[in-house]
């Protein structure tokens, strides 16, 4: 059986600071960093043009790195509304993006990233952070926070992915055929 190589854009979004990491790699094989960083928009800017420079700077990581796959973090609903408001603005820019240029988006939790990155779904940031740095082989924790849960996306999204979108096509395939059935 070979191995399907995948170039994984990972996006934690966020409108001050939207982590990006991206990885290379398949299931059973080494990882790969390619590129990590953070993305910065000035919280006193307006709004329109924080996220027209998330747009910008997304489009450049993409034209520089090609990835075949955007892994971004699934919103989920925080107890502070402008926070999850601003994570959910930053994450639509990344879908976006994804969908202009054609390149498949898959959505992951923050528990499925934890365990699949470290065998918990209940791990703290910096279990994540010390399997990111020992999964892809470096020397040091990448800082910010948010590059590293960039990273731990596009880890989680070469493990599972593939499984998340076998299971995605057959409910696809046994919906069709449901809906046939029920037309008859």
Not at 149 to 166: E, M, Q, S
Request: charged share 20%.
């Amino acid at each position: 059986m070979s191995q399907i190589y995948k170039r994984v854009l990972g996006v934690d979004p966020g409108l001050t600071r939207c982590g990006v990491g991206v990885v290379e790699g398949a299931i059973g094989s080494p990882l790969t960093l390619i590129g990590v960083g953070v993305i910065l928009t000035p919280p006193d800017a307006a709004l329109e043009l924080r996220l027209l420079q998330l747009e910008s700077e997304l489009e450049e990581w993409i034209a520089l790195h090609k990835p075949t796959v955007i892994a971004v973090e699934r919103v989920f609903s925080q107890h502070n509304v402008r926070t999850v408001m601003g994570t959910a603005q930053a994450a639509g820019i990344a879908l976006l993006v994804a969908a202009r240029r054609n390149i498949p988006v898959m959505m992951h939790t923050p528990s499925e990233v934890k365990a699949a990155v470290t065998g918990s779904g209940r791990a703290n940031k910096a279990q994540v952070a010390e399997m990111v740095k020992r999964l892809l082989n470096l020397e040091s924790i990448p800082k910010p926070v948010d590059s590293t849960d960039a990273l731990a996306l596009a880890i989680c999204h070469i493990w599972r992915g593939g499984a998340n979108t076998k299971i995605a096509e057959a409910v696809a395939i046994e919906k069709s055929r449901l809906a046939k059935l029920v037309k008859k």
